[in-house]
């Protein structure tokens, strides 16, 4: 799957593609595009209006889309640290309040939060006050005051471990996240090429960029795109790590990010939002024997005069790892653990009373146009599961329902899906006392995952 953003000669957002203005080639072959899924505000817009009883993670707000800004301590010079907090606050100055953004900073303790993501568990849409940008730098002074002292002391090589160790662990907290994902990252940058001398054994230097590429395949498989800011400021002692323009650009192109060699954070950020609201998905089935664990280069192209478009433009064609039992575990808990509602899959659930005394009937219904269908003769399959967990008054999820909802559909059902969707309805026995249902919709044959928490729907006592 490709995280696609569009743009114009402007660079203003291009929000209305259609599948068949795009074309996309891997490693100089032409594939089949088997979904085209828009991930910005109008996906919100063709969901319609809910009728009574209905929820949906489509019709309440646009589709939620994060954006995380790591302020990058740990590479940071005696006397670059203020410059580095100065300037993401000034940027946050410019910028005003944005929608779904959050901060973390990196040190030698790892990644600590500022403005964090909402925890698992907490409603959804994490309505909570999103701290002002005075809060936000007294959070940052704290930091510098009592993680830094420690830190110049470290060996070149340590720095890099600790640097990927870092984004790793950030990469795992936001993936818990569906729909766009980008983490602009304020670095004076790491070193690649290492000396002897700044090595722990002190003889041998060290190349670290198969490292860095290493920890930019993790932020792509978790759907993350990475917006590199190389920060400048005073080079204390002569001392300035720095990665070259090619290293950013190459991080960036595996993720479908943007890099910025210079210090434009305030255009990092922006562009970054920009990107996650004007959005797309495409999908497409490489052959099996593509996966020749080789550098592949994808091409995409559009047929409109002027747009831009913005995605990963290679990546290493490993074989997966993962069964496809355990890729379909790892997105469900995903999905479990994650604040928001997935929103890669356009979902409506109906949810009533049943025949029996603690059951609960759920209607669910399934935005077609999300769903890659696999051509097969002249027939389109679909490769879909629902699964049903509730939440405890006591915190924690229990999965209490799971069904497949595959389809073989001929050309008349494929354009009646596209009209009203695919449904599914399903009896639930709940517990008593039930906070609240996540209901998750999987489709296996591209990974997307959709979900809608319907509150309130528990029954209290006997």
Request: aromatic share 6%; charged share 25%.
């Amino acid at each position: 799957m490709l995280n696609v953003a569009a743009e114009d000669g402007r660079g203003q957002p291009v929000r209305d593609l259609e599948p068949g203005e795009i074309t996309v080639s891997d490693a100089g072959k032409a594939e089949k595009i088997v979904l085209f899924r828009e991930t910005n505000e109008r996906a919100a817009e063709a969901a319609g209006a809910l009728g009574p009883g209905e929820f949906s993670n489509r019709v309440t707000a646009a589709p939620p889309r994060v954006t995380v800004v790591l302020l990058d301590l740990l590479n940071a010079g005696q006397g670059e640290e203020s410059y580095a907090g100065g300037q993401l606050l000034e940027a946050l100055r410019k910028l005003g309040p944005a929608e779904y953004l959050y901060v973390y900073v990196l040190t030698l303790k790892g990644v600590m939060p500022i403005a964090p993501l909402p925890e698992a568990g907490d409603e959804p849409g994490g309505g909570g006050r999103a701290p002002a940008v005075a809060e936000i730098g007294e959070r940052i002074n704290s930091v510098l005051k009592t993680e830094i002292a420690t830190r110049d002391y470290l060996f070149a090589e340590d720095r890099v471990k600790a640097t990927v160790a870092g984004l790793e662990t950030l990469a795992a907290t936001v993936g818990a996240v569906a729909g766009r994902k980008n983490l602009v990252w304020l670095t004076h940058g790491v070193p690649i090429q290492v000396d002897p001398g700044q090595t722990e054994a002190g003889m041998y230097g060290y190349d670290y960029t198969p490292m860095m590429r290493q920890m930019s395949a993790v932020l792509d498989a978790q759907g993350i795109s990475m917006y590199p800011v190389r920060l400048s400021g005073p080079a204390v002692g002569g001392r300035m790590y720095q990665m070259d323009d090619e290293t950013l650009q190459e991080m960036a192109a595996m993720t479908g990010g943007r890099a910025f060699p210079g210090p434009d954070v305030v255009g990092a950020i922006r562009k970054a939002l920009q990107d996650a609201r004007s959005s797309y998905v495409i999908g497409y089935v490489p052959a099996p024997q593509s996966w020749d664990g080789k550098l592949h280069k994808i091409k995409l192209k559009c047929s409109r005069k002027g747009v831009k478009l913005v995605a990963k433009t290679e990546y290493m064609a490993y074989p997966p790892e993962q069964t496809e039992e355990a890729m379909e575990d790892a997105v469900l808990r995903s999905a479990i653990l994650s604040p928001f509602d997935a929103t890669g899959i356009g979902v409506t659930v109906k949810g009533s009373a049943g025949a029996a005394k603690a059951d609960t009937v759920l209607d669910v219904k399934v935005r077609a146009q999300d769903v890659a269908m696999l051509p097969a003769g002249d027939r389109w399959l679909t490769e879909l599961s629902v699964n049903v967990f509730e939440f405890a008054p006591e915190g924690g999820w229990k999965r209490v329902a799971e069904e497949t909802m595959d389809s073989e559909l001929s050309a008349p059902q494929k354009e009646e899906a596209m009209r009203n969707g695919l449904r599914k309805r399903l009896a639930v026995g709940m517990g008593p006392d039930v906070r609240r249902l996540r209901v998750v919709v999987y489709d296996a044959a591209s990974g997307a995952v959709g979900s809608v928490t319907l509150p309130g729907v528990g029954r209290t006592g006997p």
